[in-house]
């Protein structure tokens, strides 16, 4: 069983359509938890970290849930420059990456 | 300056020759990362470094050669490459420790190994 595992996608979106991601993880000693976004030749950039209570950066909300393992990314009313790969990543006094989902919002 | 410098972006080498990537960061960190991504897949870790030692190293073969001459300085050493081991590599870091934050990447060297 994979550390980090997530939906590969591709997920295909129109314009303004909410999309969730989500993302599990075996390691319970995890200590910290992101999603990167990553585009196409590019190196993976910070989008959020993801707290215990959820947090919110304009269109994006990330949730943690400890006991399930378990970490989700919500992007809403998409736009055409969201198209990218997002990859959750997981501390466990190393960078765990899942294999990421690619997303295509289309016009 | 949150920035992760890589040198260089691009670099083509025969299976003989010897080269080196250099990365360097001025954030302060004391973790600092060597990842290779093939394409179409995620960042896959090969060595790190803690406070200028070497912690971690995930088998990697020994043709690659890691190097951290001081806290804001990595390098990778080449040597008698592969055509498989052409790939995006990438280096990273983070502030280190046991309270590990998030970790910020340079662009990249894309190698081709001919």
């Known amino acids: 069983r994979k550390e980090v595992e997530q939906d590969p996608g591709p997920f295909n979106v129109p314009e303004g359509a909410t999309v969730a991601f989500n993302c599990t993880y075996s390691n319970s000693a995890s200590q910290s938890f992101f999603w990167y976004r990553q585009d196409c030749r590019k190196e993976p950039k910070l989008l959020m970290s993801?707290?215990?209570s959820g947090n919110e950066d304009g269109r994006f909300t990330a949730q943690l849930n400890r006991a399930s393992q378990y970490i989700s990314l919500l992007i809403r009313d998409s736009k055409l420059s969201d198209s990218a790969t997002y990859l959750c990543v997981v501390n466990v006094f190393e960078l765990i990456f899942g294999q990421g989902t690619t997303l295509q919002v289309k016009p | 300056d949150t920035e992760v410098t890589q040198t260089p972006k691009h670099l083509v080498m025969g299976m003989t020759n010897k080269k080196s990537l250099k990365c360097e960061q001025h954030m302060g960190h004391r973790a600092m990362y060597w990842y290779k991504q093939k394409a179409k897949k995620p960042p896959e870790l090969m060595f790190v470094?803690?406070?200028?030692?070497?912690?971690i190293n995930e088998s990697v073969p020994s043709r690659f050669s890691p190097e951290c001459p001081n806290s804001s300085l990595l390098n990778l050493h080449l040597h008698a490459l592969q055509p498989e081991d052409s790939a995006l590599y990438l280096c990273?870091?983070?502030?280190?420790?046991?309270?590990?934050?998030?970790?910020?990447f340079g662009q990249g060297t894309r190698l081709t190994v001919v």
């Open positions: 993801v707290y215990s």
């Open positions: 990273a870091s983070s502030t280190g420790g046991r309270m590990n934050t998030e970790a910020f």
């Open positions: 470094y803690s406070y200028e030692k070497l912690s």
